[in-house]
């Protein structure tokens, strides 16, 4: 019976727009490869309109899992049948499990993965974030940072009467949020120039940067917050939690 199990080709795969740089398909490849799960493999899917995904749930076969990068973690909800407890709160999925008769459930293991790697570097003067970004994945940091008792503001290059600007984040604001964590995709590689615009001087041994930039190792808003003293952090610790609950979620 086992032998029959393991032959069923699974396939898993990643939705996104220009997604060539993404570390999934090479994580999970190379996690089939180690764990000898020859029945196991993992595509991207670069598509240019949402509505795509339908085509891609009808046509391919054998499709168990998928993850659900920028920028559709929000635009995927009404393709869903399901939406998990979590998900629904934060208003973004990255990742879905497909049953057998292709129904969708929707969950959100951003949230998880950020979590878990921000927690080791948090002291008690840790108290309040700043959200650099507006869209999916900041709305699993904030819910993640929700979790940990620490308050939180967004920052946005259009800012509503309930977010901050750019240009109001001053001295004042630096000493009040001691923790940074940027989710806009500035500064992902090939743009490895691009930063969010900041007086990074302000960036004191106090503070943690944190970026959900992962390609490069080191982006430029890391290092320039940690030319000023800041702690830093990329975003591949929290990529590979989140990958890892995404498969416990398609093995369930």
């Known amino acids: 019976m086992k032998n029959k199990l393991n032959k069923k080709q699974r396939k898993f795969g990643l939705i996104g727009k220009n997604i060539s740089y993404s570390f999934s398909k090479k994580y999970f490849s190379e996690k089939f490869t180690t764990n000898h799960f020859h029945n196991c493999e993992y595509e991207n899917y670069d598509i240019k309109n949402i509505k795509e995904i339908t085509e ?22 009404p393709y869903l049948d ?20 292709k129904k969708l459930k929707g969950y959100n293991t951003d949230f998880y993965g950020f979590k878990k790697s921000i927690k080791p570097l948090l002291k008690n003067n840790h108290k309040k974030a700043l959200i650099l970004g507006t869209g999916g994945a900041s709305k699993a940091v904030a819910f993640a940072l929700k979790k940990l ?26 000493n009040e949020y001691q923790i940074i964590v940027n989710t806009t995709p500035l500064g992902t590689f090939p ?3 691009e930063f969010p615009k900041l007086d990074y ?7 943690i940067a944190f970026d959900l930039v992962y390609n490069p190792e080191e982006s ?10 800041a702690v830093t952090k990329n975003g591949h610790e929290m990529l590979i939690n989140q990958a890892e609950k995404a498969w416990l979620i398609w093995n369930k």
């Not at 659900?68 to 929000?74: A, F, G, L, Q, S």
Request: charged letters at 25%.
């Open 201 to 207: 001087t302000l960036f004191t041994s106090k503070h």
């Open 82 to 101: 399901k939406i998990s407890k979590n998900a629904k709160k934060i208003g973004a999925v990255n990742c879905i499990s497909i049953s057998k008769n």
């Open 149 to 174: 008792n620490i308050e939180f503001d967004f920052v946005s290059r259009n800012p509503t009467e309930y977010e901050i600007g750019y240009n109001e984040i001053n001295a004042a604001i630096f």
């Open 191 to 193: 743009n490895v120039s």
């Open 56 to 77: 891609i749930i009808d046509k391919t076969k054998g499709l168990v899992g998928l993850n659900v990068t920028i920028p559709y973690k929000e635009s995927i909800l």
């Open 220 to 229: 430029t808003f890391l290092k320039k917050a940690k030319k000023s003293g």
